[in-house]
């Protein structure tokens, strides 16, 4: 009568800590972001790379394209740290060979990150343009920044 | 007249009084006479004497020398490699435009250089590795 109560005790114990577990990660909020990212360049922009960092509070879940049609190849991103959920920072970089009339000068959308961000503050977005060329392959001078779109 | 008689400031001994002339001879032998035996033992004494110590100094050069070259070498080495401005150089072969440092820069050059006609297969590769998340550290 002793074991089979102490047994009764220790499995309502395990439960009542699997109900604890499922609330606290039923309490975490989470929700989902696009953050679009932009660079301002007064020469047609060729090729770029940026880096944006959510401090530990995103996840990567997917990455869409610029404006620009010259743009045709899908950009570089670690696509497989992206696929295992484990992309918290993303690095992404494109190039085009399109002639520089086509290209974009002035602020353009080079590329939206799809996130899934946790917590009921937003991340603390860092982003960082690593390089940025003209058609002639030249390193240029240029400006990045984000705008952020979220919803549930 | 022989030598002896001879003094440094030209004057003989006929010049000079007899006394004086006996005082400096008396005063002439009081000196000690340095044979040349002696002297050329003192020479290779002294000699002897500066060849070890140059030994010496020669041989705590090469004790140290090996080392402090070695460590001005990697000294200047660090110095090249990360730059006197603090910006990292990457000496590697994936500098393509030799920047000093590996970026989406050099995987277009490549591609500019492929779409004249030279294809190059590192291209794809260049991209993917210059955004992998494991090949780079977070700037946080």
């Known amino acids: ?152 | 007249m022989d030598d002896s008689d001879r003094d440094p400031s030209g004057l003989t001994h006929d010049d000079l009084p007899e006394s004086i002339v006996a005082r400096m001879r008396r005063a002439d032998r009081s000196q000690a006479i340095v044979d040349p035996r002696t002297d050329r033992a003192v020479l290779d004494a002294a000699r002897a004497q500066f060849a070890a110590r140059h030994g010496r100094a020669a041989a705590r050069r090469a004790r140290w020398a090996l080392p402090l070259g070695a460590a001005a070498a990697a000294v200047l080495a660090a110095w090249l490699v990360v730059g006197p401005f603090g910006g990292v150089r990457v000496p590697s072969s994936d500098d393509v435009d030799g920047s000093g440092t590996v970026d989406v820069l050099d995987v277009f050059a490549l591609a500019r250089a492929s779409a004249r006609g030279n294809v190059d297969p590192r291209v794809d590769e260049l991209g993917a590795r210059i955004v992998s998340l494991a090949a780079t550290r977070s700037p946080r």
């Open chain 1, 1 to 152: 009568m002793t074991c089979r109560a102490a047994l009764v005790g220790l499995l309502a114990a395990l439960f009542a800590g699997a109900g604890d577990v499922g609330a606290q990660q039923n309490a975490a909020p989470s929700s989902f972001a696009v953050v679009d990212v932009f660079i301002d360049s007064a020469e047609p922009l060729a090729a770029w790379q940026f880096e944006l960092d959510g401090g530990g509070a995103m996840q990567v879940v997917g990455i869409e394209g610029g404006d620009n049609p010259t743009f045709r190849e899908p950009p570089f991103y670690d696509r497989a740290a992206v696929d295992r959920g484990a992309a918290e920072r993303i690095i992404i970089a494109s190039y085009s060979l399109g002639e520089p009339a086509e290209l974009s000068r002035g602020r353009a959308r080079v590329a939206s990150v799809h996130v899934r961000t946790r917590g009921l503050e937003p991340p603390d977005y860092q982003l960082r343009l690593v390089a940025a060329g003209a058609a002639d392959g030249r390193p240029i001078d240029a400006r990045i920044s984000f705008g952020l779109r979220t919803g549930r």
